[in-house]
């Protein structure tokens, strides 16, 4: 009687020590294909060694983010060796036979970790598995005495989408370089591979171009932007002091080379033949009344867009000569939304060219225009992105189609055999409220609650498999009209830009809300190290 009693103790403590255990430590986000957890654990001291059985530059980042995380929170870092050592070490090996190019295979056992992957970049996604898997303190950038222990696991994981990002809009409010550094570390965490820079919009123009000198001098500065909400023009509040900034070149270089480091693609965004007022504030001659513009100070939707002249092609070539010999990426995003007809239809030279090309309205003039500029792009052996608009009036060739007004236009473009990018307002806006509107900050309204954004699924119905793999993947957009600081723009993009990872990396059928939210709650803690603002609704949301 006495033994099963304690027995039963000695059980109930195991089973109660193995659940702090899962509790405390495998929150990972976003949650792997497949995960088994065993018993014991691997103890990182400083005389623990990475073993890179390939000493390239891009193995030696795969490691680096978690090394200098180790420097600043244990006050050591590892060495980093290719010794065939096989204990005490965090042994990383290249394998061909892994079979994703992003994915990885991690065992950590109590004397050795090992990690596999196809690529460097497949290492650094282990290498954050295993960051995450290590105590919170490891977050924190001064010294800690915690052990830093990792629970043995066998993972193996890979991503369901190689398109898996967030967009940072630095028209409507800029955001200091430092700041954007800080985004890349925090997709980097969630296993994102995507930042597309919003750069250019009616309200500002954030990119140097050494062609256009005026594009610095005019177009990254208002006057004037709107206070408080959008209201009737009789009501508008206006806050005077001059507003702006822009990246230089050498600052986009180094925000280039910093998301290189963590596996970060940036896709630049130059919109057109809408939101461009800016632009057209420096050289009116590109529109097609002549002007004069102001940079915008209000939000929405502006009637004056570029004109499809041959002086308006040179300068958007140029332009985007110097955006693609800076910015690595194969895909350059030329936006294409919002971009009203109302000043094309009185424009004689436009008229002219829509009868000259044999073109039946103003939405073909549209495509017209976008189909010159991919040919353009593509001549550079670079792609094209647009919103869901350049479908109308017909789809240029090569297109990749970001779908924002829900999932419509995506679905119309993958039957179309085009890429599509599920970005929609519907499930992924993060400038939405995520909260209620009652007790938070202003934004630009809408209501997409940290469930509805987990909730999304980038592969429509509507789809036959086949057409379903046209989908590359999912993007949460960062909006700025009503987000003004570094501070506000954390709290809305996390914790659902978390969600947002998840789906994009996750199999579909390990999505499950409550757990998720379960982890984020864990997640948090890290957050906190990061010194990264989030939103804390969840603590308070009913079930
Ligand atoms: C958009 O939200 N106008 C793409
Ligand atoms: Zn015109």
């Given amino acids: 009687m006495k033994k099963t009693f304690l027995s039963a103790i000695i059980c109930i403590s195991c089973l109660s020590y193995s659940f702090a255990q899962t509790k405390t430590s495998l929150n990972l986000v976003p949650v792997p294909v497949q995960m088994k957890v065993n018993s014991g654990q691997f103890v990182i001291n400083s005389n623990t060694q990475i073993v890179l059985t390939a000493q390239s530059q891009e193995m030696k980042n795969a490691v680096a983010v978690f090394n200098e995380l180790l420097r600043k929170a244990a006050g050591y870092r590892l060495a980093v060796v290719n010794a065939p050592v096989s204990s005490n070490a965090i042994v990383c090996k290249i394998n061909p036979a892994i079979g994703n190019a992003e994915g990885y295979k991690l065992s950590v056992k109590p004397n050795v970790i090992t990690l596999e992957a196809q690529t460097p970049q497949g290492i650094f996604y282990g290498m954050q598995t295993l960051r995450q898997l290590l105590p919170a303190q490891i977050e ?299 007790t938070e900050p202003l934004t630009i309204g809408g209501y997409l609650p940290l469930w509805k954004t987990y909730s999304f699924n980038p592969t429509p119905a509507a789809l036959t498999p086949e057409e379903a793999k046209h989908i590359l993947g999912v993007q949460g957009n960062i909006w700025t009209e009503y987000i003004s600081t570094s501070e506000y723009l954390e709290y809305m993009a996390f914790p659902r830009g978390a969600a947002v990872a998840e789906t994009g990396w996750s199999p579909n059928a390990k999505k499950n809300y409550t757990d998720f939210k379960a982890r984020m709650i864990q997640q948090f803690k890290r957050y906190d190290g990061m010194n990264w603002n989030y939103c804390k609704a969840i603590l308070t949301e009913e079930e």
């Fill in 140 to 438: 924190r950038p001064y010294l800690s005495n915690a052990a830093w222990t990792i629970p043995c696991v066998e993972i193996e994981d890979y991503p369901r989408f190689v398109h898996r990002g967030l967009m940072l809009d630095a028209g409507r409010h800029f955001q200091p370089k430092e700041f954007v550094l800080k985004f890349i570390d925090m997709l980097a965490y969630h296993k994102m591979n995507i930042l597309h820079w919003h750069l250019t919009e009616d309200q500002g123009w954030r990119i140097e171009i050494k062609k256009y000198p005026k594009l610095q001098q005019i177009s990254a500065f208002r006057n004037r932007t709107l206070k408080g909400r959008y209201t009737s023009p009789e009501k508008r509040q206006w806050d005077n002091t001059r507003y702006g900034g822009y990246y230089t070149q050498e600052d986009i270089k180094e925000v280039i080379a910093y998301a290189q480091k963590r596996f970060v693609n940036i896709i630049p965004e130059i919109e057109m033949p809408g939101h461009a007022v800016s632009a057209l504030a420096a050289y009116p001659e590109l529109s097609c009344t002549g002007g004069p513009f102001e940079v915008e100070g209000l939000w929405g939707v502006c009637d004056d867009i570029y004109c499809p002249k041959e002086e308006t092609f040179t300068f958007l070539q140029n332009i985007l000569s110097e955006v693609m010999d800076l910015f690595p990426s194969e895909y350059i995003h030329i936006g294409g939304d919002e971009a009203p007809k109302k000043r094309w239809e009185r424009c004689a030279h436009c008229q002219a060219l829509i009868k000259k090309e044999g073109l039946k309205d103003e939405h073909e003039l549209q495509s017209w225009f976008i189909k010159r500029i991919e040919k353009f792009v593509e001549s550079k052996g670079k792609h094209i992105i647009g919103w869901d608009e350049i479908l109308e009036g017909g789809l240029a060739p090569n297109a990749t189609v970001m779908s924002w007004r829900g999932e419509q236009g995506g679905i119309e473009a993958a039957k179309q055999n085009h890429n599509v990018i599920m970005t929609p307002n519907t499930y992924v806006y993060l400038d939405y409220y995520q909260a209620n509107p009652k």
